[in-house]
């Protein structure tokens, strides 16, 4: 017969035959005690007979006094006698306990399945241990521990008298709480039952293979297995010996392993105090103070990026925050190597920075800083700190190193979480924003996520970039207005000619005076739209066409094969989708769609060079043509300088990029539907600017009245005259420069010429002035035609050329 492996795990069960939970808390284990000595002053006399002659003569002596004391005979009902014979019995207890280890060890004696406690060493009785009333924590609750107790004594009486083993495993851990110190220590209860004789009262109870196994599979039904077992015919005889092992390190390191695998452990306030307690309880330091410092990547960003959790001594606003930096400390120590440092004294320490000197004043002697390492890579600092010296040394620290890593674990979890927590709020907050500005906005809903923490009332902090440079570019259709508009209507007047000849059809069939008046509306709208179209046109003829016409197909068709055939024509000339003639418009906004694409993915291609040289902001708008706007300055730019050279190279990029479009716009008009020309335009502005992120659009802005002039100015110019023309300035195959001030004329004239000598424009500059614009005046303009006879120069070559006029331009 198998045996049936049984634990605690689970003492609560569902019987799934009666459908409801089992419920033990009213049973009581109806089973006989009794306390003897039999056992073991049997075993005493066979040590007097067999030792050497001291230990004979002593075991002899033992024996012949407990001949000589009666009430010790037999089964002991009172245990209150023992208390008479207490150094007769700690004698006994020596053939029991190795006498060399009570000072050190917890040894105890009790009556079987029960409190009383007849023998102790004098460190059992100090740790107080009481069961049903405990002072300190069991493993299980006390319900659990008596169902527990019970089913131990069903396994023992199967084993014994039934030839059934059931492997129970019962193991009960103690933690209690030193008074001294408030420490947690955890003791496990080893008892052995040598010593215990179970005698059955009356004759032995058959029980059938079908109860051992009703038994077995009931094993949690205590009133159950009780009715069958019948233990109250056995007492228990004798006396269980008990040795409380101390597993403190053990427990705790498990137990910390469990709260680091749960998710907010490090990250909630009680959470973090709970596993501050367990370290100070597994270093036996109770000053300890527990702090991590999550490691942003770099030691540069530590101050402005990295963040705390617990009691970080670096992360006090008094030291890095203050400090700025960790150079040549113990902390760059440990982020140097990936070792841990353990100092004992740290005012002793020879080399120490002004982080030493802060964390002194802190309070803190002796330290500990060890690195939380994740897929090689350091994810930040376990700080472990006291008040004393030497508490913490490099014996004890190495309990922590299987937990190191999953520290780190915690770490990079709740690290993970914040960044989704900061991508959720520049998302609700901001919508996407471009990666070269991320550092902004991160920082921005860092700050907002701690203000929330810290019960601050949170609002996002504005986000303003200061003294940037704007550029401004635009490639738009030539026309495109007025080229859509006369696609639409020649589509229209299509439609409506070919619902006319369904009418005509129709007519000659039937001459229904309504088809004339139908006819006539409809030769009434073409004959408008050869005039012009306006912008309600176009929905009016399509209601007209889908109310009055449409609906009489259906019947007029049956007039004859010339209707219906006609009717065919009709449908067969409209989209399937949109329900009416797409042809011309279809032409002009695939060809549209085409360039608009072409020079979005140019910019997009150039945008990943150009941004390695010197990180900016970048936009791009597509409509009836691509606008892009560049701001550039040191604000934007996180941990790098902005010289003025970095702005004249990306205006130099940006004439460059344009020469590019328009070549390569030439080669594409080949493959457009219907033929369309692009212009240029550049606007220059050498006055710096602030720009600022609104958060109820989403986007940025110019800050600041003056600076709403250039925002005016790049909706107005595409549009502008050359004063005293009726000509636009942008033409097509030219790039149109508009400037305010004769100081970025010259720049620009600079890199014009050297373009020229490169092969990328004709030597056709004009120095135009423009027409006023509504609240602008005063803007000039230069404009150069686009060399298009010279082949078109891949993208290497381009940023050959361009490194090569950076060279030659001067920079006063």
């Known amino acids: 017969m198998e045996n049936n492996n049984t634990s605690l795990e689970n003492l609560y069960f569902m019987d799934l035959n009666a459908d409801k939970r089992i419920d033990n808390s009213k049973f009581v284990l109806p089973i006989s005690t009794s306390l003897s000595f039999e056992f073991l002053i049997d075993h005493i006399k066979k040590v007097a007979e067999n030792s050497n002659e001291l230990r004979s003569s002593f075991a002899g002596s033992i024996v012949t006094e407990f001949e000589n004391t009666p009430e010790l005979h037999g089964r002991i009902k009172d245990v209150n006698v023992t208390k008479k014979y207490e150094n007769l019995i700690q004698n006994m207890m020596m053939f029991v306990f190795p006498e060399s280890f009570w000072e050190v060890q917890t040894y105890a004696a009790y009556v079987p399945f029960s409190n009383d406690m007849i023998f102790s060493t004098k460190r059992f009785r100090e740790l107080n241990f009481r069961w049903e009333d405990a002072d300190g924590e069991l493993n299980v609750d006390q319900e659990a521990y008596k169902i527990g107790k019970s089913i131990s004594a069903f396994a023992i009486i199967l084993s014994l008298f039934y030839d059934e083993k059931i492997n129970f495993d019962f193991p009960i851990v103690y933690k209690i709480m030193d008074q001294v110190t408030g420490l947690d220590k955890y003791y496990k209860m080893n008892s052995a039952a040598e010593f215990v004789d179970i005698v059955p009262k009356g004759e032995l109870k058959k029980l059938t293979a079908e109860d051992i196994e009703s038994i077995k599979s009931n094993i949690y039904d205590l009133e159950y297995v009780s009715s069958i077992l019948e233990p109250e015919n056995f007492e228990f005889v004798g006396f269980v010996a008990m040795n409380a092992v101390n597993i403190s390190d053990t427990e705790i390191l498990s137990s910390i392993r469990k709260d680091l695998i749960e998710k907010d452990t490090i990250t909630s306030f009680t959470g973090f105090l709970k596993l501050q307690h367990k370290i100070k309880s597994l270093l036996k330091c109770p000053g300890l103070l527990l702090g991590i410092t999550v490691y942003p990547g770099s030691k540069d960003r530590l101050s402005q990026y990295g963040s705390k959790y617990g009691n970080s001594f670096l992360m006090n606003d008094n030291c890095i925050v203050r400090l700025g930096t960790i150079g040549n400390s113990i902390y760059d120590i440990v982020l140097e190597t990936g070792k841990t440092i353990v100092i004992e004294d740290l005012s002793k320490y020879p080399d120490k920075t002004p982080i030493e000197e802060e964390i002194l004043n802190q309070g803190i002697n002796n330290i500990l800083i060890a690195p939380l390492i994740r897929d090689g890579k350091i994810v930040g600092l376990i700080e472990i700190g006291s008040p004393g010296t030497g508490m913490i040394n490099m014996v004890n620290s190495l309990k922590l190193l299987d937990v190191l890593p999953l520290f780190a674990m915690a770490v990079e979890r709740s690290t993970e979480e914040l960044y989704s927590n900061i991508r959720n709020i520049i998302k609700e907050k901001c919508t996407a924003i471009h990666p070269s500005l991320e550092w902004k906005f991160q920082k921005a809903a860092l700050n907002y996520i701690r203000n929330k923490e810290n019960d601050i009332e949170a609002e996002m902090e504005e986000?303003?970039?200061?003294?940037?440079?704007?550029?401004?570019?635009?490639?738009?259709i030539r026309n495109s207005s007025m080229i859509r508009n006369q696609s639409i209507r020649d589509d229209l007047i299509e439609n409506l000619e070919l619902a006319g000849k369904v009418i005509d059809a129709a007519k000659n069939k039937r001459d229904l005076k309504i088809f004339d008046e139908l006819k006539f509306r409809i030769?009434?709208?073409?004959?408008?739209?050869?005039?012009?179209?306006?912008?309600?046109?176009?929905?009016?003829?399509?209601?007209?066409?889908?109310?009055?016409i449409i609906p009489l197909f259906e019947h007029i068709q049956h007039y004859g094969k010339d209707v219906k055939n006609t009717i065919a024509e009709y449908n067969s000339s409209l989209n399937n989708e949109l329900m009416f003639l797409y042809k011309r418009r279809k032409k002009y906004e695939e060809s549209s769609m085409k360039i608009t694409g072409y020079i979005a993915s140019i910019l997009d291609e150039e945008q990943k060079y150009i941004q390695k040289i010197y990180p900016h902001y970048f936009e791009r708008f597509k409509t009836d043509g691509v606008d892009h706007n560049i701001y550039i300055g040191e604000s934007l730019v996180e941990d790098k300088k902005f010289n003025h050279i970095y702005l004249r190279n990306i205006r130099m990029w940006q004439l460059m990029m344009m020469c590019g479009i328009v070549r390569k716009l030439e080669l594409l008009k080949d493959d457009l539907l219907i033929p369309l020309e692009t212009a240029h335009l550049i606007l220059v502005q050498d006055t710096p600017l602030s720009i600022r992120f609104r958060y109820d659009e989403k986007r940025f802005d110019v800050d600041g009245a003056y600076n709403i002039r250039y925002e005016i100015m790049k909706k107005r110019i595409d549009k502008v005259e050359i004063k005293g023309k009726e000509e636009r300035l942008t033409q097509p195959e030219k790039i149109a420069i508009v400037y305010s001030q004769s100081s970025e004329a010259n720049e620009y004239i600079e890199y014009i010429e050297f373009l020229q000598s490169q092969g990328y424009l004709n030597k056709d500059i004009e120095e135009l002035e423009l027409e006023d614009l509504q609240g602008i005046k005063g803007l000039r303009a230069l404009r150069v035609s686009v060399d298009l006879n010279k082949s078109v120069k891949d993208a290497n070559q381009n940023k050959k050329n361009l490194d090569k006029a950076m060279k030659k331009l001067s920079y006063n």
């Not at 073409?526 to 209601?543: M, P, R, V, W």
């Open 463 to 476: 986000i303003v970039f200061k003294d940037v440079y704007p550029l401004y570019g635009l490639s738009d």
């Open 523 to 548: 030769d009434k709208k073409i004959n408008a739209l050869k005039f012009g179209i306006d912008s309600g046109d176009e929905a009016e003829i399509l209601k007209f066409l889908k109310r009055k």
